[in-house]
């Protein structure tokens, strides 16, 4: 049911026998490069908007109505505004490293994007160490942040970018092991074997306990990860004014905001793919008829659903809680996420090797 | 301003000589004039070693309007509109502390009906001020959402006051010899609605803020006063009182009804942050308890004592003192026997509080300032006046 495979296999087939090998291989990559960029400007867009209107709800307030229908054009109005204005270098900056930081923070978005399936069959590369891929790739964006709050002559920025090293590189660690305990049940790094092996149940219901907790645990982590709420403190606008990019103006600004949604919706799908069974369609048991509807609504769907949900948890979170002080967040990584989250992993591979899980 | 570019110089200088000021590899940073958590325009210079507090030193006279000296060209009756304008959260207050002073100097009795509705104004205010606090400090931390959760229900208060003083941040509803209008005929129905409303909410504030882990691991044992330190600071109000000073200027030296009226007053001995919040938050439960004893407790009668048109307070020294919502309130009025005052000094409470912040914060992380803060409830136009 509306498959996006045949459209890119008759794509792929149609350049194929109209240009030899080499240039059809040329165009597919520039189709997916303009397709991964319109991506990101799409999904910045949306989530920006989702994330003011979701606060908005919270916060017993409107959110932006005036531009465009529901205010559904904010984002596009705010994004000219950005494009049009200054990008201003301080004075005493590391002129080079003040302006790469930014599209090193949003390159490294983008290419933890190339293992992700979209839907069924629809993704740009089935890397066999997705799993590793993207662990690896998603924590180089560390240096970004560092090289932002080094070069711009800012204390605040400095501060910022030391905290935002601190966590990120505390919180790679219980992310990963957390994904890893999916690695053990299914037996494999490829992201596409691992949702081929939630086809009878996602691994949130089929893996007992242990796969909850890994699953709290993963969001927790990435949370940190993506600098979000109670994990801000690389911005945290009441201490450091906003942090890393407090000297940025701009579009640079703005890759370093969209590079943070683009950062969210990566770890959204990633948990979603891990846990709830990508665009697989949810099952219940025997209920063939329940099965078979569940089934005719498209696999993209079903992924988008999931990431969206996700993301909207994380929304949750920041406008909810406080923000954690820096010894009480590396605290709560070292001392509880990290051994928990070993003894869990432990526990995992007892129950995958005794087949308990179902 | 000269001075200020002069020391932050010198600290950088001694900084980066490994001076004596500073070691080597400390950091001077300037917190304010235009910092999202200084609530105005305080300038705190801070010393920090990686992410601990060594010093910070709070620098002064942004929004100085020298309110005394005006307040000394300015007749008994106008003077005490400035005051509004200095501690503008609780400007009903400030109003009636002034008042107050003046009809100590003209021994004026006033009315039964004007004792009640200053308290009850007062409360309200205190109330306001709590709300607005109570959201601050949860911005402070991190939390965005309670402070839309505050000012809805500080806007019912603001609403209220409109009704009957016509204005919604700077009354100056109290004159000397009573209040300056009658009630507004929907206040006590208004009142009684908000009260209805506010019972409710404050167990959602403390659902939403008080019981969350992180809000209290953040609050806890951060930011410790010790009793002796706050009364050698002199500290008041809810920031003493979370140290186990018992200093409610309503309990000890009662003006106006409130010797009349039950209430508690809330004292906390841990002395740290989480201590003072709890005091604040308690105070709001005993005002609204306040308000709700009086609401319908109104005496019939005058809203205003007769007064003169212009107002001679005799020669001498007058000195009154009132509770407001940050602390101790203290007016003094020297007099030559002439229409204006020919001295005027006001005892601001966020003056003293904040001089207990460099004591208060030392050894803390960068996070921690900016809660300790937010528990002192720094109003800076009452710091600076």
């Known amino acids: 049911m509306f498959s996006l495979e045949s459209i890119t296999n008759s794509i792929q087939t149609w350049l194929n026998n109209t240009f030899n090998p080499t240039i059809a291989l040329l165009f597919e990559c520039v189709i997916v490069g303009v397709l991964v960029i319109s991506l990101f400007a799409v999904l910045g867009l949306v989530l920006v908007l989702m994330e003011r209107k979701v606060s908005a709800y919270m916060q017993i307030r409107l959110g932006p109505n005036r531009v465009g229908p529901g205010g559904s054009l904010q984002t596009v109005a705010d994004t000219l505004k950005l494009v049009v204005k200054e990008g201003l270098t301080p004075d005493g900056a590391d002129k080079f490293l003040f302006n790469l930081a930014p599209f090193l923070v949003i390159i490294i978005s983008m290419l933890v994007l190339a293992p992700i399936p979209f839907a069924k069959n629809f993704q740009i590369l089935d890397i066999n160490i997705g799993v590793l891929y993207v662990s690896a790739v998603s924590s180089v964006s560390v240096i970004g942040i560092l090289m932002a709050g080094w070069a711009s002559n800012n204390k605040y920025s400095l501060l910022g970018a030391m905290r935002s090293g601190a966590q990120i590189v505390s919180y790679e660690l219980s992310a990963g092991l957390a994904v890893l305990s999916i690695v053990v049940l299914t037996g494999s790094l490829q992201l596409s074997d691992i949702i081929a092996s939630q086809q009878n149940g996602w691994w949130i219901f089929k893996g007992h306990i242990p796969v909850i907790i890994s699953f709290v645990i993963f969001i927790i982590a990435v949370t940190a990860e993506t600098n979000r709420a109670p994990f801000d403190l690389a911005e945290a606008e009441s201490e450091l004014t906003a942090g890393f990019h407090t000297e940025y103006s701009g579009m640079k600004f703005a890759l370093f905001f969209l590079a943070e949604y683009v950062n969210i919706f990566i770890v959204c799908s990633i948990g979603a793919i891990l846990f709830l069974g990508g665009w697989m369609p949810l099952h219940i048991g025997n209920w063939n008829g329940f099965n078979h509807v569940m089934d005719y609504i498209p696999s993209s769907v079903w992924f988008i659903g999931k990431v969206f949900f996700l993301i909207f948890v994380i929304m949750w979170f920041r406008w909810t809680f406080p923000r954690l002080r820096i010894d009480q967040l590396l605290n709560l990584e070292w001392k509880y996420l990290l051994p928990i989250s070993m003894l869990n992993l432990l526990l995992t591979t007892l129950i995958t090797i005794m087949g308990w899980h179902f | ?385």
């Open chain 2, 1 to 385: 301003m000269y001075r200020e570019t002069q020391i932050i110089k010198h600290a950088q200088k001694a900084s980066s000589n490994g001076g004596n000021l500073e070691e080597a590899g400390d950091l001077v940073i300037n917190v304010g004039p235009q910092h999202p958590s200084t609530h105005g325009v305080l300038h705190l210079v801070i010393t920090l070693h990686g992410e601990t507090i060594k010093n910070v030193e709070p620098h002064l006279g942004y929004i100085h309007r020298s309110i005394e000296k005006m307040c000394e060209s300015l007749s008994y009756r106008q003077f005490i509109y400035v005051t509004s304008r200095m501690d503008y959260l609780s400007s009903h207050i400030n109003n009636h502390g002034c008042a107050m002073c003046v009809e100590k100097g003209l021994q004026v009795e006033i009315p039964p009906r004007a004792k009640v509705i200053r308290v009850l104004m007062d409360e309200l205010t205190r109330l306001a001020s709590h709300q607005l606090w109570w959201g601050a400090m949860a911005m402070d931390v991190g939390a965005l959402t309670p402070f839309f959760h505050a000012f809805r229900e500080r806007e019912m208060i603001n609403d209220i006051m409109e009704e009957t003083c016509g204005a919604r941040l700077t009354m100056n509803y109290m004159v000397p010899g009573g209040v300056m209008y009658d009630i507004h005929p929907n206040f006590q129905k208004r009142v009684k609605e908000f009260i209805e409303e506010f019972k409710k909410k404050i167990d959602e504030y403390d659902e939403l803020v008080t019981g969350n882990i992180i809000f209290q691991n953040r609050m806890k044992g951060v930011g410790y006063l010790t009793k002796e330190d706050a009364i050698s600071y002199g500290c008041t109000g809810p920031t003493a009182r979370g140290s186990g000073v018992s200093c409610d200027i309503r309990k000890l030296y009662p003006y106006e009804v409130y010797d009349q009226v039950q209430f508690n007053e809330i004292i906390e001995t841990d002395g740290d942050c989480f201590a003072r919040y709890l005091v604040r938050m308690q105070e709001m439960r005993q005002s609204l308890s306040m308000v709700e004893q009086l609401i319908d407790n109104i005496p019939e009668g005058d809203f205003q004592a007769k007064t003169k048109a212009v107002l001679k307070l005799p020669k001498g020294e007058f000195y009154s003192k009132i509770e407001t919502a940050r602390g101790e309130f203290g007016v003094y009025i020297v007099s030559e026997g002439g229409t204006t005052p020919y001295r005027i000094k006001f005892r601001s409470p966020g003056f003293s509080n904040l001089s207990a912040l460099n004591h208060m914060a030392k050894g803390y992380k960068i996070g921690d300032l900016v809660a300790i803060m937010g528990t002192l409830d720094l109003v800076i136009p009452d710091i600076d006046r």
